[in-house]
């Protein structure tokens, strides 16, 4: 009797550990796919936009994958797998965020296919890298090397990346100005990444995308302090100070008790005196501009100093923050004081004009024409309401980055799915030479790179079967430019129509989304934790 349930009992046992495993594999796959389905409509010039609505009522529009995916509640953690992916993708190539999610819910179903013929996930996993590597080689072969000099080579990405979003008709402004930015940052000759930082947005509501600008300084969203003070200086000497021009306060809290008038008259008059005292110095070293810290501990700049100040016709812009210290000091060339007696005319900043403008309903403080400029920029955005204007930030923010990857990796390649497709043609026929299971699972992985030009056909109303087609058709007679003409709607030479996107987007989706699929299929449970 023992002696039979024994055998029984292994059986089951193994049976069940089969099973698991699959079942995990499966659901992970369903959940990461639903997450790409769920963002596939907004791919393209062509694409749909979301309106995300968060707990507070707030709504954003966006176009922007990364943007939608990192708002999107998420709860299984393959699907997270994939919010993380577009997030990678928006730090590698800042553009492209949409593509890799889409791109790896692909190479999922494609996997699930090959594990519903018994491949073993590690096979396909291995040739899964065997074919990301590929892939890259391919990428390289057909890109177009571009020089950063060659500006319409730039401005035709710029355009390309911000074609599909929501601010899209602004294109004609929006890209110059991320190109120029850009520029006036690099060393065509020795740079090979650009700090992001360095180029300052700001945002003010108000008038229109339009009235954007570029500008070659600085701008403080705070206004000059109103205490008769100038509020426009020509000629401008630029002081940034750290510390205070207020009365000291005591390490401890301890209160002071005044008797009689006399005592209380000697003490304001000691104040007025200390606070002359650091205003005489800063006018005597040539500032006529005064940027302060802003200060947590005490006032930065008290009315009475802000009185003196502007009695001697000093400008003051108060509440620099901290982190702006770095921007400030690059984009005006002065350098932070962080004690009175280290102000000295060597740390002033000079440019031709700091002024205070009007911005819709609020104020803005302009410096421009910098002598020593530091390598920093400033774009201001403008827009008509909230959403528009922080899509408008989005957008540029991938256009900057698109210039950036340029910058990285100077090749181009053509967009509107000719790489895609060109790697799908060349995947399958690589696929061929290849033996046993790899030439099966190349031959899965070329179909699914297909995924792309179908949806930007399917999203710009075309038949995504025919057009798909006629686009593998054309690539395999070794048209490698030829992509998706999504505004005209038939295939032609896209690297005419100059959409152009830069090597890095489409290579890093590529790779970034076979890893991803590569660690999903690795996965054969999900361990909860107690707590
Ligand atoms: N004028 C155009 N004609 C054809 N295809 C275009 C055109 N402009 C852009 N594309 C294509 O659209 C795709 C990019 O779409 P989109 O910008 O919506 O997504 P993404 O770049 O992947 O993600 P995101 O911009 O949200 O980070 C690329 O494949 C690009 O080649
Ligand atoms: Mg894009």
């Given at each position: 009797m023992t002696l039979k349930q024994t055998p029984m009992k292994a059986k089951q046992a193994e049976f069940k550990d089969k099973e698991k495993p699959a079942q995990i594999r499966s659901s992970n796959i369903v959940a990461a796919k639903a997450v790409a389905d769920a963002i596939k409509?907004?791919?393209?010039?062509r694409g749909m936009d979301k309106m995300i609505q968060d707990s507070k009522g707030e709504v954003t529009i966006t176009n922007d994958g990364a943007t939608i995916l990192k708002q999107m509640k998420v709860l299984h953690p393959a699907a997270k797998m994939l919010v993380e992916l577009s997030k990678a993708q928006d730090a590698e190539a800042g553009d492209g965020t949409t593509s890799v999610v889409i791109l790896a819910g692909a190479l999922l179903e494609a996997s699930q296919k090959l594990l519903s013929r018994g491949i073993h996930p590690s096979r396909i996993s291995d040739a899964l890298l065997h074919f990301s590597t590929y892939a890259l080689t391919v990428l390289e072969d057909m890109a177009i090397p571009v020089d950063l000099s060659d500006r319409n080579a730039l401005l035709h990405s710029a355009t390309t990346a911000l074609n599909s979003k929501v601010v899209h008709e602004h294109c004609g402004l929006l890209a110059p100005m991320a190109v120029d930015a850009v520029c006036r940052l690099v060393d065509p000759a020795k740079d090979t990444n650009v700090d992001l930082n360095d180029i300052k947005i700001v945002k003010k509501l108000g008038e229109t995308v339009e009235d954007s600008k570029l500008i070659d300084g600085i701008i403080f969203t705070q206004k000059t302090e109103a205490f008769g003070g100038p509020n426009k200086m020509e000629k401008a000497k630029i002081g940034l100070i750290q510390f205070c021009i207020s009365p000291p306060k005591t390490d401890m809290d301890n209160t002071v008790i005044v008797r009689d008038y006399s005592a209380m008259d000697r003490i304001l008059r000691e104040e007025r005196q200390y606070i002359l005292n650091i205003t005489k110095k800063i006018k005597a070293a040539g500032c006529n501009v005064l940027l302060v810290q802003k200060s947590i501990l005490r006032t930065g700049v008290s009315d009475l100093a802000l009185h003196l100040l502007a009695k001697q016709k000093i400008m003051v812009v108060k509440d620099i923050e901290r982190e702006d210290i770095e921007f400030v000091c690059k984009a005006i060339g002065c350098r932070p004081v962080a004690s009175l007696d280290h102000f000295t005319p060597e740390v002033l900043g000079t440019a031709e004009l700091a002024e205070e403008i009007r911005a819709g309903s609020s104020k803005l403080v302009m410096v421009t024409g910098v002598q020593n400029p530091g390598r920093a920029v400033s774009i201001l955005l403008r827009g008509s309401n909230r959403q528009v204007l922080e899509e408008a930030e989005r957008s540029m923010h991938d256009a900057l980055c698109v210039i950036r990857c340029l910058v990285k990796k100077r090749f181009l390649v053509p967009g509107g799915g000719a790489p895609e497709a060109e790697l799908a043609v060349k995947v399958s026929s690589y696929g061929q030479t290849l033996q046993g299971m790899d030439a099966y699972c190349f031959r899965v992985f070329a179909e699914a790179l297909e995924v792309i030009p179908s949806i930007l056909a399917e999203n710009a109303g075309l038949s995504p079967i025919s057009t798909v087609t006629e686009l593998r058709s054309r690539h395999a007679k070794g048209e490698t430019n030829a992509g998706i003409n999504v505004r005209k709607g038939w295939i032609s030479n896209i690297v005419e129509e100059n959409v152009l996107q830069p090597l890095l987007v489409t290579s890093s989706a590529v790779t970034l989304a076979a890893e991803c699929v590569r660690s999903i299929l690795k996965i054969d449970d999900i361990v909860h934790v107690i707590n």
């Open positions: 409509t907004s791919l393209g010039p």
